[in-house]
């Protein structure tokens, strides 16, 4: 038996080729000049409560008073290749 390679659907050849030809030989370039390389990603969280059910005695809905609207939490990381962290935050979305 055989376990099957995983690969994105979507994935074009030639786009992958380019960025073989195109982006790795500036990432290693980059190397050489001693630049920072970083992986790096991005994540919303709003802050709402999380309940889905809670205890509360027969016949006595529970209620949880909360503050209404989008307010959210943006937060950046990027890591480095020698396993370095940056991280930031802000109450605003990333552009």
């Given at each position: 038996?055989q376990k099957p390679a995983k690969k994105a ?84 979305a990333y552009k």
């Amino acid at each position: 038996m055989q376990k099957p390679a995983k690969k994105a659907r979507q994935q074009s050849k030639q786009k992958v080729q380019q960025w073989r030809e195109e982006t790795v030989p500036e990432l290693k370039k980059a190397e050489d000049e001693n630049r920072a390389i970083v992986y790096i990603d991005e994540s919303g969280f709003y802050l709402l409560p999380l309940v889905c059910r809670t205890w509360a005695p027969k016949g006595k809905t529970p209620i949880i008073e909360e503050k209404a609207g989008k307010e959210h939490l943006s937060l950046i990381a990027a890591m480095a290749p020698n396993g370095r962290l940056y991280v930031g935050g802000q109450d605003k979305a990333y552009k």
